[in-house]
């Protein structure tokens, strides 16, 4: 790329930084948008506000049909290249709504761990105090990797027994679960690596959290030593706290507010999770010894 290119990259670069601190998005959403953008760019080998609608589209197909990304990460790419071009390269709404559609997803019942599992994981799976920690937060609290990521000490209102969780998904602060169990468990992490401000920092400098692809790293050596399905990733663990408090007869709103969802649609995925599981159990009539009848 030449010079004069790099430069005015540079330049939209910071206008869309702009674009975004006046809208309030999230310093996730700028790496992203910023990400989207740069590989469009990079695609092309020119400045993205030179780039015709056809050719957006062409990238489009590029992502899906070469790259084989997800239709998630598809997604996200409209609404960073929708961004972009609406608010500093100045093209119509309705036109990049035509431009950058978004995709339908497939609806995926999440899955979850047994109870017999999460204990496999949490003892044969975990060798280190920080790992076991570590994930029994993850389920414990119902978290999402970056929420555990980012917990500090502070956040962890002992007397309360509650986990508060700072500018969660949406940017939004919430509290959720503490249990006496979980509490032991930290405490005893706590006296072995005695974290001083982040709860799980960075090995390599302590003054940054543990990062996310070391967080996965841990959950996927436990599955491995364990020996458990992999049954989506160490999100498996949030889905699996919100499907377990269901069957003990938790309320669904509670279970959303502790999960952070700003719709209850979201939580309701669980109860069909829920629904499967109960389709299993024998009802009590097969209990019953009912030949005298016959």
């Known amino acids: 790329m030449l010079p004069e290119s790099r430069g005015r990259m540079s330049k939209l670069r910071q206008q869309l930084i702009r674009e975004m601190i006046l809208r309030g998005l999230s310093p996730r959403t700028h790496e992203s948008y910023i990400a989207h953008v740069y590989q469009l760019a990079k695609h092309f080998r020119r400045s993205p506000d030179q780039i015709s ?97 980012h917990l500090k000490l502070q956040h962890l209102h002992v007397e309360r027994h509650q986990v508060r969780v700072v500018q969660g998904k949406g940017r939004k602060d919430r509290y959720t679960l503490l249990s006496p169990r979980l509490l032991e468990e930290l405490r005893h992490y706590w006296k072995c690596c005695r974290p001083a401000y982040w709860l799980f920092p960075s090995t390599i400098d302590p003054r940054r959290p543990i990062s996310d692809g070391t967080a996965q790293n841990i959950f996927h050596r436990a599955i491995e ?38 719709s209850l649609n979201s939580t309701s995925t669980y109860l069909h999770v829920r629904q499967e599981r109960m389709a299993a159990i024998a009802g009590p009539l097969q209990l019953l010894d009912l030949t005298k009848l016959s």
């Open 225 to 262: 030593r364990a020996g458990l399905p992999d049954r989506g990733g160490i999100h498996s663990l949030r889905h699996s706290f919100a499907t377990h408090l269901l069957e003990t007869g938790v309320e669904v709103t509670v279970v959303q507010r502790l999960l952070g969802h700003s």
């Open 53 to 149: 609608d056809e050719e957006i589209k062409d990238y489009l197909i590029h992502i899906a049909e070469v790259r084989k990304l997800s239709a998630s990460t598809r997604n996200q790419a409209t609404s960073a290249l929708r961004f972009f071009f609406a608010h500093v390269v100045g093209r119509p709404v309705d036109r990049l709504v035509r431009v950058l559609p978004y995709i339908r997803r497939e609806v995926k019942r999440p899955q979850v761990f047994g109870i017999n599992e999460l204990e496999e994981l949490f003892t044969i799976g975990c060798t280190r105090p920080r790992d076991r920690a570590f994930l029994m937060t993850v389920y414990g609290a119902g978290l999402r990797l970056n929420e555990a990521c």
